[in-house]
């Protein structure tokens, strides 16, 4: 049984950084195709990044070029690093293992990201 614990989030000003981080229980990591999510209060959630065991990185258009997703499969963990946050970013973040888009995994507890001044 795959087990997703998210860690990082926290309370940011508007313009700053947090890195979110994910640790997938499991010895198939390295070939998971990995994904992060959020879910904003009253709203579905969305797929912010995704990253596979080789090959390009995806990305919503809400977050590129303030938002990278990496991944050590030494560490069975991925990452999001939020760069340039604003209060539109506040959410509960959850990864998961994805496949053609789909996530196939339980869902962890997740992590909270409040963007307030």
């Known amino acids: 049984q795959v087990q997703l614990v998210e860690s990082g989030g926290g309370l940011v000003q508007p313009g700053g950084s947090l890195r979110l981080s994910c640790a997938v229980s499991?010895?198939?990591?390295?070939?998971?195709?990995m994904a992060w999510y959020r879910q904003a209060p009253g709203k579905q959630r969305e797929l912010v990044a995704s990253?596979?065991?080789?090959?390009?990185?995806n990305y919503a258009d809400s977050v590129k070029g303030r938002f990278t997703i990496s991944r050590d499969n030494a560490k069975n963990t991925v990452y999001l690093q939020m760069n340039s946050l604003k209060p539109e970013d506040t959410a509960v973040y959850y990864c998961n293992v994805v496949s053609l888009g789909v996530p196939l995994r339980s869902w962890g507890q997740g992590t909270q990201v409040t963007v307030s001044s």
């Open positions: 990253i596979p065991s080789g090959g390009n990185t």
């Open positions: 499991g010895r198939l990591f390295s070939i998971y195709t």
